[in-house]
């Protein structure tokens, strides 16, 4: 059975540092992985898909990683603003047309 | 386009009560899937429909909740009785039939329930 972990649980910085979230999955036989925002009260945006075949996608400040080996990827945010604040949720299909498999989240806070 | 409508936004029920969340997805996308988020956790999988017929229900408690979809198009998730543990965000999402490659994801903002 397919878990997803991410760590930290929640992560507060300074405005301007870049950092990196972390997720890992257990079973490396992905479809793909994906990475989302939720805001408070909102629903999920999804930020940065990555096809089991790729190594990484970039989308503004946004860089995620993928290594299916070590069943890991990683979330950087380049230069982070209060509006980065929310939690981001890492998330993996097995097969083409199938559920999401979602990890517990990172909450981010950034303060100016 | 407009994205996935979900209603209510909130609602407040006493254990051992009813309830019923409503869905309507993308134009033309014919699957349909609806996840319960528990505070601090992620979203979990209830139910995946692909048009009116059900693709994925084992996480779905049999035993109180039930989910249609009608036509191929709205969906409607029921609780009979409520449980405490039941207090959750419940997600609608939707996408177009995956047969090869990427295929996104749309998410509705979501029903807020709360059972006291």
């Known amino acids: 059975k397919q878990e997803v972990t991410q760590i930290p649980a929640a992560l507060s910085v300074p405005e301007g540092e870049n950092l990196v979230l972390n997720c890992s999955f257990t079973?490396?036989?992905?479809?793909?992985l994906q990475w989302f925002r939720q805001d408070p009260g909102k629903g999920l945006t999804s930020l940065l898909l990555i096809q089991s075949s790729q190594r990484e996608q970039t989308s503004g400040r946004l860089n995620a990683s993928l290594d299916k080996s070590s069943g890991r990827s990683t979330l950087y945010i380049a230069a982070s603003q209060p509006g980065d604040s929310a939690t981001y949720l890492c998330a993996v299909t097995n097969q083409a047309g199938t559920a999401l498999i979602f990890g517990k989240g990172t909450t981010l806070s950034v303060s100016s | 386009e407009a994205g996935v409508a979900q209603s209510p936004r909130y609602k407040i029920i006493e254990k051992r009560q009813s309830v019923a969340f409503w869905c309507n997805p993308i134009s033309g996308h014919a699957t349909l899937y609806w996840y319960q988020q528990i505070l601090g956790q992620g979203p979990k999988l209830l139910i995946q429909?692909?048009?009116?017929?059900?693709?994925?229900d084992s996480q779905l408690p049999k035993d109180r909740f039930s989910a249609e979809r009608l036509k191929g198009v709205d969906s409607t998730l029921k609780i009979q009785p409520a449980k405490l543990e039941d207090s959750a965000v419940y997600l609608c999402?939707?996408?177009?039939?995956?047969?090869?490659?990427?295929?996104?994801?749309?998410f509705g903002s979501g029903t807020r329930l709360t059972v006291v």
């Open positions: 999402a939707s996408s177009p039939i995956a047969r090869t490659g990427y295929v996104g994801y749309t």
């Open positions: 429909f692909q048009n009116n017929g059900v693709v994925d």
């Open positions: 079973d490396s036989a992905i479809y793909n």
